[in-house]
């Protein structure tokens, strides 16, 4: 069995990209993605699964249609099935995301930012 | 919609006790535990699902049969289900737990390092 430790900050130094999900784990149907995170995102919910949301480095606004959450390293947020949500950071972020394997970063909204998926780091 | 987001170190510090995971969210069936640990745990195994360790603070050594993994703050491991393991923290070590809701601490092992299940913080 492998018995390699999963350091997070060494993944991230692996990649460059803003907005493009690394998968650094699964636990059973369950994802475990870095992304590095700067500017505004496109609007957009996912219609199938919560998302959860962890600040890793920097800090991250989450913007709700009726409110947001703001974010600094160390803070969990999770955003509900359905929720239409705009994740905005003014300076690079680093986040792990957890989700379902499968899940597509721009949810129903499609457009640029659409990254591929699954790709581990 | 609640916005107010999860301060892991917070929620941390509304509890002192050892080996008592503590619910801190919920995406979908999946439960995120923030637990303090020292000392050696017993030998268990979890029969139906993965578990993922993630270190906020401190050293966590998980031990398995064949080996171990050793594990500072910002890394995580996923032990695989079925897989019997016992965590050891010379030191008291802050982890979040991940795995699905219903999961008990000691899985099929039982015994006086069962915690109660489901308790929110």
Redesign the interface.
Known sequence: ?N???????DKLALFPEHWSPRV?????D?Q?KLAKLQGEFVWHAHAD????FIV?DGELAIE?R???????A?????V??G?EHRPVATEECCVML???RGVVNTGDAGGAYTAANDIWV
Chains 1, 2 share one sequence.
Request: negative net charge; hydrophobic residues 50%; glycine residues 6%.
């Open positions: 069995m018995h390699d430790a999963i350091n997070l900050r650094v784990a699964e636990m059973n369950v475990f699964t919560d998302e959860v890793i709700f009726d409110g947001e959450v703001r974010l600094v160390g803070e969990m947020f999770v509900p099935k929720v957890v989700e379902p």
